[in-house]
């Protein structure tokens, strides 16, 4: 089974704070994605990634940047996290080749 | 830019009966794929359903089936015979054929079950 981890399913961190979100998945897949999912609003697309130390952005990457320096490693980095990006951060993978994309369990990050 | 659209943020349905969840979505492509994704507490992803969009027959899985009109860029989810385990939060999702896009969500739509 593909298998796509996400380090923290929980994470409470402070205003200002440089946050890291880790995502790794082990089926070797070259693309790897961040979602943000809010109520109301579904999920939308950080950041994307197709390859090591390639990334693209999504629809919502302001605040936000990625890290890919291992094909199966994927982090989203909140440089200086704010209270609205409190939300539920969903990593994803597949292949290029591949119609379905794999979800990690979610992180649940909360900025106070 | 793609959009897609699910217009029911809530549906209750009965034990064992059927239930049909909408979702429009826009694009000028002509090679893409549509998803229904479902999600309960657990916050797991889970694929429910795909279609091709250059299959004329519509996808079904078990008690999932979709009915697909791409004229009228439509793509709505069945389920028959509904069970508890199928209470959840439902999306449906687009992505463009080939190369390493994204997902483009509807707002999703929560469906309740009554014993």
């Known amino acids: 089974d593909v298998k796509v981890t996400q380090s923290s399913r929980y994470l409470v961190k402070r205003t200002g704070e440089k946050v890291f979100l880790e995502c790794v998945q082990d089926?070797?897949?070259?693309?790897m994605f961040w979602y943000r999912q809010d109520p109301g609003l579904g999920l939308r697309l950080i950041y994307f990634?197709?390859?090591?130390?390639?990334?693209e952005k999504g629809d919502i990457p302001e605040g936000y940047s990625v890290s890919r320096e291992k094909k199966e490693r994927f982090s989203l980095i909140l440089e200086s996290a704010s209270t609205n990006q409190t939300s539920m951060y969903l990593c994803?993978?597949?292949?290029?080749?591949?119609?379905?994309?794999?979800f990690g369990q979610g992180t649940r990050l909360t900025v106070v | 830019a793609q959009t897609v659209t699910q217009s029911q943020p809530e549906m209750s349905v009965q034990e064992a009966e059927t239930v049909t969840l909408s979702c429009t979505y826009d694009?000028?492509?002509?090679?893409?794929?549509l998803f229904w994704y479902k999600q309960p507490p657990s916050r797991q992803m889970i694929l429910v359903i795909r279609?091709?969009?250059?299959?004329?027959q519509n996808a079904t899985e078990n008690r999932f089936s979709v009915n697909f009109q791409k004229a009228a860029k439509s793509f709505s989810l069945k389920i028959s015979d509904s069970q508890l385990g199928d209470a959840a939060m439902y999306f449906c999702?687009?992505?463009?054929?080939?190369?390493?896009?994204?997902?483009?969500f509807g707002k999703g739509t929560h469906l309740i079950i009554q014993p």
């Open positions: 994803a993978s597949r292949v290029t080749t591949g119609p379905e994309a794999f």
């Open positions: 694009t000028s492509e002509s090679d893409y794929y």
């Open positions: 279609q091709e969009a250059y299959k004329q």
């Open positions: 990634s197709y390859d090591v130390k390639m990334k």
């Open positions: 999702a687009y992505r463009l054929g080939g190369g390493a896009d994204g997902l483009t």
């Open positions: 089926m070797d897949h070259e693309n």
